[in-house]
């Protein structure tokens, strides 16, 4: 059964990395796996990229034809993909053909005989309207589904947007209004986790956030945030005369906190949203991931589970990759900030990698239901996957 994962969030989210990250991590786990690039707006991918749009339409044209700015233009080719599906669904086709004939001269047997292990990583565009309010890239990818294959939708986030509690309400609700226009199994999460050494101390320890419980205790803080805004204080003639002075409560705050609560209720009585904690460089953090996706997608519990499988993909099936407790997370990449800095510099400048090969070892202790259940097949797994991951890190082009 073919697989794919669609990559949607908003702009600099981290969906190009992300998509060169996981084709690697795949990669070298042995799971044929290829990049779409969706993006018209991507003049250079950093991954190999298996079909690119731009090769069907030119962002950069249709903002000259149709007198459009860079927002106006990425629709607009959208809707040219739509429009032009033969292009996607040949190109997809003729992919699975180059993939049987290399599946047939490595001598692995590809049964089903239709899209069989086919994987796809789709990088989409980053505009909100897309995958919010926009009719083309879901009429994508229900084709794409006609087709076949099992969809996962990955909605990436930035988690600097957990630094400030209007931030994260409004990307609470941005995940469910496009859970509402993509209809697709679903996990959101907080890339760039390692970046959240900058932010200042959060009143929330980070489970808070991924496990999106409890929201009335943002509530105070969401106040506040709002009691010095700017545009709270203009609206109030008491800051008139002193403009650092918080407001005291006035009609309109009532009003604010009624909307606070009725929207935090909302997020939380439906129970839908989740995060699951990303640093695209750390294999320990890659491999949770991919677990979570295959858990959504079904690729855990594969109808060919196990038989032409290498041994590395019946490993992330059996669930070797062990699963990242997100207080591990907070202790590595919040807490341990200070020691994370120079971890974090040596991997980015293509050093040691001693970051990487620490959350490996990590995954290793926990996974797969403790040390004492591991036999020995799977202990030589391990090695071998970690001298096979020492060779072959996940190393991502840092734009910024
Ligand atoms: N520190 C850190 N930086 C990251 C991570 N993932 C991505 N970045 C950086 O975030 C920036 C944006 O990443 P992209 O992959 O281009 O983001 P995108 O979502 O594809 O952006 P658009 O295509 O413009 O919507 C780049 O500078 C990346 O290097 C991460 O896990 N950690
Ligand atoms: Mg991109």
Known sequence: MPFAQLVIGPPGSGKSTYCDGMHQLMSAIGRKCSVVNLDPANDATSYPCALDVRDLVSLEEIMQDEELGPNGGVLYALEELENNWQWLEDGLKELKGIWTRMCIVWALRCTDGALSDDYILFDCPGQVELFTSHDSLPNVFFRLEKMGYRLTVLHLLDSHTITRPSLYISSLLLCLRSMLHLPFPVVNVLTKIDNLHNAGPLPFNLDFYTEVQDLEYLLPHLEAEQAISPLRKRDSPSSASDPDRPNPPSESDSKWHKLNLALIQLIQDHSLVGFTPLAVEDKASML???????RASGYAFGSEKGVNDSVWKVAMREGWGGQMDVRDVQERWIDGREGFGEVAGQAVQGGSGDGMSEGVERV???????????????EEMR??????NDEKGIRVVRKG
Do not use: S, V, W, Y
Not at 364 to 378: A, I, L, N, R, S
Not at 383 to 388: G, L, Q, S
């Open 383 to 388: 090695r071998a996957f970690e001298k096979r």
């Open 288 to 294: 949770n991931l991919l677990r979570a996706i295959d």
């Open 364 to 378: 290793g202790g926990d996974g797969g239901g403790g040390d004492e259940d591991e036999d020995e097949e799977t």
